[in-house]
Each structure stands twice: as structure tokens, then as C-alpha cells.
């Protein structure tokens, strides 16, 4: 049971360069989530996907992309990097509230992105 | 819209001493969930501890204990006699489930050093 993980752990790009990170759970959790973390600004949220299916839109969406795979799977995509996306990027997973799933999220590891 | 403050920024103390991290939190669900997470200089997110807004007892766990008072708003958590592996960023978030999936909102963390 690996819980959330990360792919890769470290990434280096050029302005300009596109990239995917990978997010997997095998917790059978129904929603997942991308985070972006800077200094002294805490997690804020790129987007979510409450269920397989959806996705939507959270705090700090442009310049991103995501696609929900499949119910293990949520990807984030940088499309044009640029250096204001420069940052450490977190996923989460957590079950859904209605069907009485795990309501603590739990994060993988953590992607370093340094964009030039 | 829900909203968590966590207006220590940096805590400094010497082992063995106590230390309560204040948070509070805005909402206007009745229904919504209280966490904190711990962030070592590792880098992961760690879960701690999860209340839902029904239970307001105060729970202890070892060193760790959280008190939860909803007059106030507030979620604190304390450690009692501080060590060095305590050096950590704590963050406290708020879920509420609006349509039932989760969308948390963190504080901006505050960052515990304890010196030896």
C-alpha cells in the first residue's frame, strides 16, 4: 500500500518547455488534487477532481492543465513552463463525503519544479 | 467563504518547553472538518489529527494535544514539553463539503524551531 505518489520527484525546465507530473492512489479514494506550495504562502489549489470524471478549477488554475485518467490516476500539465510556476507541487487524494468515504486528504511526496 | 488564519508565522523555543500554534478559522457551514498537518524539513505533508464540527472534546495524544472551541473558532494545538524532531511547518485547514467532495483551505502554515 504506496498511499499517493509522485512522479518525478525533481524536474527542471526551460521557459517554455511542457511537462506532465503523474499523481497515482491505491486507496480507492474518489477525489484528488493538485497543489502548488511556495514560501509563506502555504498549499493553494490548482484543481480537483471530486470523482472519476470531473475535474474543476481551484485557486490558481491558469497555466495548468489536469486530466483524471482513471480513478487511481490525476496528471497535472504545464503546457508553456514559466518561472512564476516555479515551485513545489503536491497531490492529495481523499474519499467523498456523500458516499462516506475517508475525509482526510493525504498527500504524496512532493514535485521540486524549477523553471529557468 | 471559508478561511483559516494561522497568524504565528515563526515560533523559536528551547526544548522541553511547551508551545500552542493558534488557528482560526472562518465558515459558514455547520457541518466541516478541522485538521493539522506537520511538514518537516523533509518535505512531506504529514496528517496529524481530524475533528468534525460535532465533536468538540479535546483530544491528546502523548506530547500533542488539540483544543477545539467553536465559540471562538478556533482549533489550537499544543505540544507539551517541546524536542528537537518538533522543528517542523504546521499548517491547520478547513474542509467544508459543499455538493460532497472536499475543497480545503490551509492557513499559511507556521514554523516551529525548537533549539536544543
Known amino acids: 500500500n504506496a498511499g499517493v505518489t509522485q512522479t518525478p520527484k525533481f524536474q527542471v525546465l526551460k521557459t517554455g518547455q511542457s511537462m506532465t507530473l503523474q499523481c497515482a492512489q491505491d486507496?480507492?479514494?474518489?477525489?484528488m488534487y493538485w497543489y502548488r506550495q511556495d514560501p509563506g504562502m502555504g498549499l493553494r489549489l490548482i484543481y480537483y477532481?471530486?470523482?472519476?470524471?470531473?475535474?474543476d478549477k481551484g485557486e490558481v488554475p491558469n497555466g495548468y492543465n489536469v486530466s483524471r485518467l482513471n480513478k487511481r490516476e490525476f496528471s497535472l500539465r504545464l503546457e508553456s513552463a514559466a518561472p512564476s510556476q516555479t515551485s513545489v507541487y503536491f497531490c492529495?487524494?481523499?474519499?467523498?463525503?456523500?458516499?462516506?468515504?475517508?475525509?482526510?486528504?493525504?498527500f504524496g511526496p512532493g514535485t521540486r519544479l524549477l523553471v529557468l | 467563504a471559508q478561511k483559516v488564519t494561522q497568524a504565528q508565522t515563526e515560533i523559536s523555543v528551547v526544548e522541553k518547553e511547551d508551545v500552542t500554534l493558534d488557528c482560526v478559522y472562518e465558515?459558514?457551514?455547520?457541518?466541516?472538518?478541522l485538521f493539522w498537518y506537520k511538514q518537516p524539513p523533509s518535505g512531506e505533508l504529514v496528517f496529524l489529527i481530524r475533528r468534525n464540527s460535532f465533536d468538540e472534546q479535546n483530544e491528546i495524544s502523548g506530547r500533542y494535544s488539540w483544543n477545539f472551541q467553536k465559540s471562538t473558532s478556533s482549533f489550537n494545538f499544543t505540544i507539551t514539553a517541546s524536542q528537537v524532531v518538533d522543528s517542523a511547518v504546521y499548517f491547520c485547514?478547513?474542509?467544508?463539503?459543499?455538493?460532497?467532495?472536499?475543497?480545503?483551505?490551509f492557513g499559511r502554515g507556521t514554523s516551529l524551531i525548537v533549539h536544543p
Open positions: 492529495a487524494s481523499s474519499g467523498h463525503v456523500i458516499w462516506g468515504g475517508e475525509v482526510t486528504q493525504y
Open positions: 465558515t459558514r457551514d455547520t457541518t466541516y472538518y
Open positions: 486507496m480507492n479514494h474518489n477525489s
Open positions: 485547514a478547513l474542509s467544508e463539503a459543499p455538493g460532497g467532495s472536499y475543497i480545503p483551505t
Open positions: 477532481s471530486a470523482s472519476e470524471g470531473t475535474t
